[in-house]
Structures are given as C-alpha cells and as structure tokens.
C-alpha cells in the first residue's frame, strides 16, 4: 500500500465552485456576497443568488473560513451617527423656563 501524506487541505491547484443552498430566514435578503478569510487576508468574494432555487454559487481555490454577506431591503439606512436629542431637550428646556420667568399680564 503506497503511503500518503496525511494533512490539511487549505488549497486546490484549480478553482472548485460551490454551491450553497441559503438558509429560509436569508431569502428576503439582497446583494449576497461571500466572504472568506484565509491566512488572515480578508477577502470579499462574488456570489451568484438563484432566486427561483434559493442557491449561491460562488468560485473558489482556497479553504478557510467563509461567511455569507447580505443586504436587508427592510433595514433602515445607516447614518454614520448616532440619534443626538440633546439639542431638542436643551431647546425644550429653554422655553420652559421662559415661559415661567416672563413677567404675569394683568
């Protein structure tokens, strides 16, 4: 029996490609993208969705760490900041006590 080196596969000399099938609660979602992580190099991925089959198809030469990357149509859309209401309370507090320290018509 010929002895074979036994060890991980991080690597193919050729790309494969793979077919994944998305998960029901990620069927709504648009802009699929396959991310992977290999020897620490992050890499973004083009995926093909198959809407009718529910798949993602992606081409691929190396194995490491892989996520799913999506858009949610329903989010709302994201600012870059976070909701700033101190001005509305400061302005709010401003004519309270205007109101209060105004001089009483007789």
């Known amino acids: 029996m010929d002895e074979k080196l ?17 998960p029901e609660a990620l069927r709504g979602m ?6 992977r992580v290999h020897n620490g ?26 996520a799913i990357q999506y858009s ?9 900041e976070a909701a700033n209401l101190g001005w509305l309370f400061a302005l709010a507090g401003a004519i309270l006590l205007w109101l209060t320290k105004r001089p009483q018509v007789e």
């Open 72 to 80: 949610d149509p329903n989010a709302l859309p994201e600012t870059g």
């Open 41 to 66: 190099k992050v890499e973004v991925l083009p995926a093909t969705y198959d809407a009718q089959n529910f798949t993602l198809t992606f081409t691929t030469d190396r194995f490491s760490t892989y």
């Open 6 to 22: 036994a060890g991980e596969i991080n690597s193919t000399l050729k790309p494969v490609t793979i077919v994944l099938s998305v």
């Open 30 to 35: 648009t802009t699929f993208k396959i991310v």
